[in-house]
């Protein structure tokens, strides 16, 4: 998008001398700054704004940008026209798309045919426009263009534009380029976060979003730019699952919310909740050097503030520096006895600028401070300006960041003033300045994150491919643990198991998966099995498996005269492991997302999980499983030894290749997933697999087998 | 407080005309506003500031308020005089005190003892002073007396008062009466607390603490305060409860803010955590009404910022109203073809005052419209002083709040200073409104709010009485389940116990308690008891309970030959119930604070507990069973039945009475508590009662026989 920011010439097509008319403020805009050619188009020809204009961009010829203001209706035509012209950056203002109506849906598909013939690179419809302030070029609806500065910004909501504009005004807070997204038609949030990484004017790039066009694309182009520059996004609307049919816990508990949480931090992404963070956060990471670590120093002249500011500091997980005995000493010579020399100093309410200068100029050499918050309350003696002459000061050559939090109110107006002239950050409550340093911390480690490849297993994609295939042709679309053999191709080791129908198969795949095992009885008209004898525990011999065979076949059909046995499904006993659920849904926006959680209540009650988008590294499948809030389970409590965290891993990755391999799984669970202790490995005990609808019978019905094999008690 | 505020005559003590002395700057802030009778004092006489100055109070005689600016040496002498002339209201600014060294909490402690003497409220020492807008008066350092509002604040801290008084003169937030609290060595937040309740012109009360004097109290006045006006606290400095001796599950887990969690909820304080939070939620509580419940309307003029704030309210609890058919109706008809008459109602960006009007007047009207967020942005034809004219006309007349935002920053100057002038709320971001207005419905229901007293159970409080006598005289400080008679004497049931120690007595014990039994060795020396197979389960029958006591007598001696055998215990087997927790530490400033939990991981992993302060009533038992996380596990989950919480409830009524009619109790805890289906009860299994120290054996060193009883595993 190089070439739209630098337009050297832009047409306005549409242009008006009509007070009202979008074509008249657009022209407007555009005029009170803009140094390039300015070529209005209008069909009625004559002067409009004092310049000459054309009937139609064909008359005038190429413009490195076109702005369309007219009516949707004849929007295609002029864009066709435009192409033929050799004109690719193009802005279209006018609604009436497909926000409106199918009609306007259908428009809006063919502007994006002729965008894709003519190479064109389209902003809108249905927006109010662009901005580059380093070209002076405000190409939107907002009168007044925004101040140069380093962040650029781009937003999905016009009216968001005009209130950020608006309040940037009259904080002085400065921008590089904005866009208004509209209804993304062409140019969507990666385009613009690919062009934002790459403006050299741009330090933060910024955004509000309501949904996102290309998950995957979002999160390459997200990884790549948050390496470079901080990334901070809203992304606002909560929509509900409402009334679709998931018949996993993984399904249950997956909110759309989850999944842009997990793509976001694992593309470094700093997940912003509202506005007036996002502008806390870009002046500090616009202006001020990353610290080192996430140990403060606060400097302040008043005791009460300083104590607010360290509670709020160990909650948002900064630590309060411990000074080196020789900053502590040269404060104590420095400061007058009553100062306190421990961090938070305070230099008490008397303090001058000099005093100040001197505590932070002692701090800032500190090797354990990090970063500092220098504090500042009215007092009868304070001198404001002159303590924020010392902030501008050292804050311009330092290389630890010092965010101010000049708080007061009246008697700090010229103090801000000062501040907000040479751009150094300043808050008016400290709460602010702490958390806006917690997102430098943060930065600082995004910045140097690295995303390696996933590991590429071995594995039997043929077999899988035919199980399936042979599901589909089947009529079926919901797996248990009879298609075992897809995580047996997937080196996923599972329980030893088996549906066998006859005595004889039975005692036979019984010798073969070896003692003590498990029957359960088969049958789709049987859900609470344990009621009627259909469960057999702990069955230690041949002989064992015999008699509890021989005992469900003869009185069960006592019981539940009407149930057809099918068989019984024998499985080996397991003890002293833990339960845990790996699971994947299908996202909307990012495609497949993977789940882990313990299993039972951790899950179902606690909602205890963690979520990532697939396909996952080796570090993000570490941080599933380290990412929950009861992981300590897993690493040895209570006299516990430790799980096998590795095979976790392991079968974490797998299972992230799986569901990359075959989009066609629509959602997927291994539950439970039993781990033994370190190095004794991990048994799939039970899976559920379902392929997306497509001809298949619903989603609401699964086959009976499988899902009598789940319901066991 | 009252005649301290409302004085009609002042004295200050140690009145200067020389710059830069207390003295001269509290003078200074008298004359600035006050109307009554100024007199100061000062041993060279003469005229300060143009009035005579009298030698000594004595000289002069009575008046209603004095402050005192004086060295803190010279200060007890003069208060003994202030109490000799019969003045009864005193404010010493001068610091010099117990917040300095030992020789200041000596003169600290004199000041008390001669203001008990004389009856003398005094503020201070080591503060900033008072503020009464209402009489006029400003004695305090702050040169500028605050506009006159509805909130009145007290703060520990100098700074902040000076900082908020500061930013509400920007702001035009009005005060009724301030206090510095300081060292609070007589009057604390607790007078304070009842002044302000009492004071006709505050409608807020706010406060700054770092600590709380007197814990009992400050519940007592905070329950009579918040059911008047609500009462906003923010309780800055987390301390850690550092090495403090604890051996109790209740004792590792309880926090000191635990404590005032807990106490601010049981007393209806709305906390809060930072000042921004305070200004924006006292503004909206002193000039808003009350909603009737927590559905709120969305009026905007543009979509992005209200899908933000409807994100926003879902996440505090708030619903969007779910608006009529006539209301959908009437908006139809009156607004725009293409403004959304579903909530939020987006009158659009070109929306004039009369819009903003008639939507506002309709939603008002509805009866699912509890109150109304009223969102603004600039936009190119946007009247912004015409928008929140209708805002103000409307609020001063509604019954149902209206909290704007005006979400711009240049463009709404106009608009800003309008609604700061009417006191309309006003907030720049959409989602501190909605905070606000969360805190208006929230206040709802703590003004409602009952304090039924504890229930006062029928129990045998001589019994217990005798058991910690003899415990005290035997040296012994914790006792574990051979003190299960405390319990019993309480009316709460324990699991049949004995401890025996010969073969005789144990197989006696094990008819009268019943099968199936649990045996354990008794030793000291053991502490991995089933190792060396110390525990014997399932004992069904007398044979098999004396085949157990011998194989123990016979068999451990040879594993641990150094053992002490001193017998062993037996317990009921139970089956079916769930573990719970109950337990007591007692907190520094609240006293006696209960604790409850499941047992087990979720209380030592998951730390899912929720305490009270006792004595607790029936409501605030049942609220600290259904307060904790994994509640759901009690109420029947996965197909379990549910648990008999009416028994725990009685339960921790009951050690709530123990609790508080002994509070030698140091630390107690029942754990586990086995809770059986509903109607089937609650037994006891196992407790530790710790006895405060005083004369006794360490608490690390808790006595062999209840340490070795509760290391079973």
Redesign the interface.
């Known amino acids: 998008m190089h070439d739209m920011f630098n337009a050297k010439s832009v047409a306005v097509i549409g242009a008006s001398e009509t007070k009202g008319k979008i074509g008249y403020?657009i022209m407007k805009s555009l005029l009170n700054y803009y140094k390039g050619k300015i070529v209005p188009i209008n069909p009625k020809g004559g002067k409009i704004h004092g310049i000459p204009a054309y009937a139609s961009i064909k008359e005038h010829g190429l413009v490195d940008l076109a702005v369309i203001t007219i009516p949707a209706h004849l929007i295609p035509a002029t864009v066709e026209e435009c192409g033929e012209t050799g004109i690719k950056n193009i802005v279209v203002i006018s609604a009436g798309f497909k926000e409106i109506d199918e009609e306007g849906a259908k428009l809006e598909n063919q502007l994006v045919e002729i965008c894709k013939n003519y190479g064109i690179k389209l902003v809108g419809p249905n927006c109010l426009g662009i901005m580059n302030t380093y070209n002076d070029m405000n190409a939107s609806?907002?009168?007044d263009i925004a101040h140069k500065g380093k962040i650029s910004f781009m937003?999905?909501?016009?009216?968001?534009m005009?209130?950020i504009?608006?309040?940037?005004?009259?904080?002085n807070i400065g921008f590089s380029r904005i866009v208004s997204l509209g209804n993304k038609a062409v140019i969507n949030e990666n385009h613009c976060m690919k062009d934002f990484m790459e403006d050299e004017n741009t330090e933060v790039i910024t955004a509000?979003l309501?949904g996102i066009v290309d998950g995957p694309g979002f999160i390459r182009a997200s990884r790549r730019a948050s390496r470079k520059k901080p990334v901070l996004v809203?992304k606002?609307?909560?929509t509900s699952k409402g009334s679709e049919a998931v018949s996993s816990h993984t399904g249950t508990i997956a909110g759309s919310d989850s999944a842009y949480e997990a793509a976001f931090s694992q593309c470094g992404i700093i997940r912003v909740?509202?506005?007036?963070e996002m502008m806390d956060y870009s002046s500090a990471l616009a202006f001020s050097p990353l610290p080192k670590g996430n140990r403060i120093a606060i400097i302040t002249?008043?005791?009460?503030?300083a104590?607010?500011t360290t509670?709020?500091a160990?909650k948002n997980g900064l630590e309060i520096a411990q000074l080196t005995c020789e900053t502590r000493e040269k404060l104590k010579e420095g400061l007058p006895d009553t100062a306190s020399v421990k961090n938070p100093v305070d230099v008490l309410?008397d303090a001058s600028p000099e005093r100040y200068a001197f505590a932070l100029e002692t701090v800032l050499e500190d090797p354990n401070v990090d970063g500092v918050i220098y504090l500042v309350?009215?007092?009868?003696v304070t001198d404001a300006e002159g303590i924020a002459d010392v902030a501008i000061e050292h804050a311009e050559r330092s290389e630890k960041p010092i965010l101010c939090s000049f708080?007061?109110?009246?008697?700090?107006?010229g103090a801000e003033k000062l501040l907000a002239l040479k751009q150094i950050p300043n808050y008016?409550?400290p709460?602010?300045a702490v958390k806006s340093m917690k997102k430098l911390y943060d930065y600082s480690i995004i910045k140097d994150q690295e995303y390696p490849k996933s590991p590429e297993f071995d594995v039997d994609k043929v077999a899988v491919k035919n199980i399936i295939e042979e599901a589909k042709e089947k009529g079926m679309h919901t797996l248990g643990l009879e298609s075992f053999d897809i995580l047996k191709a997937y080196g996923i080791p599972t329980v030893g198991t088996a549906i066998t129908k006859t005595l004889e198969e039975t005692v036979k795949a019984a010798e073969e998966i070896g003692y003590p095992l498990v029957m359960k009885i088969v049958s789709p008209q049987i859900s609470h099995k344990s009621d009627v004898g259909g469960i057999k525990l702990n069955l230690k011999n041949r002989g064992e498996v015999k008699v509890a065979y021989e005992d469900m076949m003869e009185n069960i059909p006592k019981k539940e005269p009407n149930a057809h046995l099918e068989g019984v499904q024998l499985q080996k006993m397991l003890s002293g492991g833990k339960e845990v659920i790996i699971g994947m849904v299908q996202d909307p926006t990012f495609g497949p997302m993977l789940m882990f959680g313990l299993g039972?209540?951790y899950v179902?009650?606690?909602k205890d999980v963690k979520f990532q988008i697939a396909p996952v590294n080796e570090t993000e499948a570490k941080d599933m499983v380290a990412g929950i809030?009861?992981h300590?389970?897993l690493e040895g409590?209570?006299?516990d030894k430790p799980k096998d965290i590795d095979s976790i891993v392991d079968i974490i990755l797998r299972i992230s290749q799986l569901v990359t391999d075959f989009p066609e799984i629509n959602e997927f669970e291994i539950n439970p997933l039993m781990v033994f202790d370190e190095g004794d490995g991990a048994l799939a005990v039970d899976m559920r697999l379902m392929l997306k609808e497509g001809g298949f019978d619903n989603l609401l019905q699964p086959s009976g087998e499988a899902m009598s094999l789940r319901s066991s008690?």
Do not use: C, W
Not at 165 to 171: E, F, M, S, T
Not at 273 to 276: I, V, Y
Not at 301 to 305: L, R, S, V, Y
């Open positions: 403020d609806f907002s009168s937003t999905q909501s016009g009216a968001i005009a209130a504009l608006d309040y940037a005004d009259k904080k509000y309501e809203i606002s609307g909560r909740n509202s506005l007036d002249n008043a005791g009460g503030p104590i607010m509670d709020v160990i309410g309350t009215p007092q009868s708080f007061g109110g009246t008697s700090f107006e008016l409550y709460k602010r039972g209540i179902e009650v606690l809030k009861t300590e389970l409590t209570r006299g008690n």
